[in-house]
């Protein structure tokens, strides 16, 4: 594990909401939820990181998260969910032809804050 790689992960997830934030602003809500997502996606590496766990794909990262912290109890179930939710509205919003919603983007914007804040608090 490396203690600097984890501080460069939640810094990248806290410039991840704040730019989620501004796109949010801008009416930009497709990649507001991307930015979002993300957020929560270098959370969960760091998580990993922690017991010496790398992945590449955005799958793995959250099949190795529910596995090594949610399925053990460390980890609220709730975290699960809110990380797949957010995958599954990046992947609409960059891959999609329907637009992500403004009440969508919000509520994606405030799951990955409640992700960031909550798991992040257990990496510093």
């Known amino acids: 594990m490396s203690k600097q790689e984890i501080a460069g992960l939640l810094?990248?997830?806290?410039?991840?909401?704040?730019?989620?934030?501004?796109?949010?602003?801008?009416?930009?809500?497709?990649?507001?939820?991307?930015?979002?997502?993300?957020?929560?996606?270098?959370?969960?590496q760091a998580m990993l990181l922690t017991r010496d766990l790398r992945r590449s794909k955005h799958s793995g990262v959250i099949a190795a998260f529910q596995e090594h912290f949610v399925k053990s109890g460390g980890v609220p179930d709730r975290f699960f969910h809110l990380l797949r939710d957010g995958f599954e509205d990046r992947a609409e919003g960059d891959y999609g032809f329907a637009e992500i919603a403004?009440?969508?983007?919000?509520?994606?914007?405030?799951?990955?804050?409640?992700?960031i804040t909550e798991l992040g608090q257990r990496l510093e």
């Not at 403004?102 to 992700?115: L, P, T, V």
């Open 11 to 44: 810094a990248k997830a806290r410039r991840s909401i704040k730019a989620a934030e501004r796109l949010l602003q801008d009416g930009d809500y497709d990649f507001a939820v991307s930015r979002a997502y993300y957020g929560m996606f270098y959370v969960a």
């Open 102 to 115: 403004r009440d969508q983007a919000e509520a994606g914007i405030e799951a990955a804050r409640q992700f």
